[in-house]
């Protein structure tokens, strides 16, 4: 019988201790407090949308809104198996910085949504945790435009600004992985109500998988590339899941934008998914959104 060394002996310690079974609720953290979207409307949703599945617990950490000063904001991460950000605002406290990589990098759920990709530019490991972001300063320097071209990923080195997205509209989302735990038993084509399409997003998207996109038309001052709107992430023993999707309570309305969401956080905290696709998923043709 061959000996395990005290390495992966602490790592089996550690990967039963953190296991959740099938019949426990994931606790979720949910952060926000600063956005440049109105987070006051949309953490509601995104809180009652996952409690409604019966899968999870849910806690919100609202930071001091409109201060530049957050050394006193320390979210205790280490309690929770996955956290959701819907904040992008002031930089964190080097404290809090340096928890939240440790937390993810140990094997905790991180889920980036819509705006929250927008914060910290200046943030490096933030920046690997979500793949791709866009604005405040983003370019070249922060990393390739990723968008699929002819169904092959590309990474494009072109130098310009990170981040733009043309007039809200309804747009069909299009699965490109379709045996990923969170997009399995999806119709591979569904319309998504009015939303921001975002596009020209740059990031390092080591380690990122891209599981839906949406074609970004030049009718609506789009890019004319299928551009990432669902992925994953890892990052060290930690699992991403980024949704740019979102932009406000009737994106967030979506059946299919919840579906995703409440998925993609349990895959991101357990690596596995339960939560049933519903009856009244959206179709290639027509949107379904609950209030």
């Known amino acids: 019988m061959q000996m395990m060394s005290g390495f992966s002996l602490l790592a089996l310690v550690l990967g039963m201790a953190t296991c959740i ?3 426990e609720q994931v606790r979720v953290l949910i952060i926000d407090g600063q956005n440049n979207h109105n987070w006051r409307e949309t953490t509601p949703i995104l809180r ?4 409604a599945t019966g899968r999870f617990s849910v806690d919100v950490a609202t930071s001091p809104s409109g201060r530049q000063d957050l ?3 320390h979210p205790h991460f280490a309690n929770y198996d996955v956290v959701l950000s819907n904040y992008n605002g002031s930089p964190w406290s080097d404290q809090t910085r340096a928890d939240f990589e440790a937390y993810v990098r140990g094997g905790g759920g991180f889920v980036c949504v819509h705006a929250a990709n927008n914060a910290f530019p200046e943030w490096s490991e933030y920046n690997e945790i979500c793949g791709l972001g866009g ?3 983003r370019n070249e320097d922060s990393g390739p435009y990723v968008y699929l071209k002819n169904g092959e990923v590309i990474r494009d080195q072109t130098p310009g600004r990170g981040g733009y997205h043309g007039p809200q509209h309804e747009f069909q989302v299009t699965v490109r992985d379709v045996d990923h735990p969170i997009t399995r038993g999806l119709l591979t084509v569904w319309m998504h109500t009015k939303d921001e399409l975002y596009d020209r997003l740059r990031g390092p998207a080591h380690k990122m998988s891209i599981l839906a996109t949406a074609y970004s038309d030049p009718a609506q001052d789009g890019t004319g590339r299928d551009e990432p709107m669902l992925m994953t992430i890892s990052y060290g023993q930690g699992r991403g899941f ?6 406000a309570d009737y994106s967030m309305k979506c059946v299919g934008f919840m579906t995703t969401l409440s998925r993609g956080t349990e895959w991101a905290a357990t690596g596995e998914v339960s939560i049933p696709v519903p009856a009244d998923f959206p179709t290639a043709s027509t949107t379904r959104a609950r209030d």
Do not use: C, I, R, Y
């Not at 009652?48 to 409690?51: F, R």
């Not at 980024?242 to 932009?247: E, I």
């Open 21 to 23: 079974h099938a019949d």
């Open 48 to 51: 009652n949308g996952l409690l």
């Open 71 to 73: 050394s006193e904001f």
């Open 135 to 137: 604005w405040h300063g």
């Open 242 to 247: 980024h949704t740019v999707l979102g932009h």
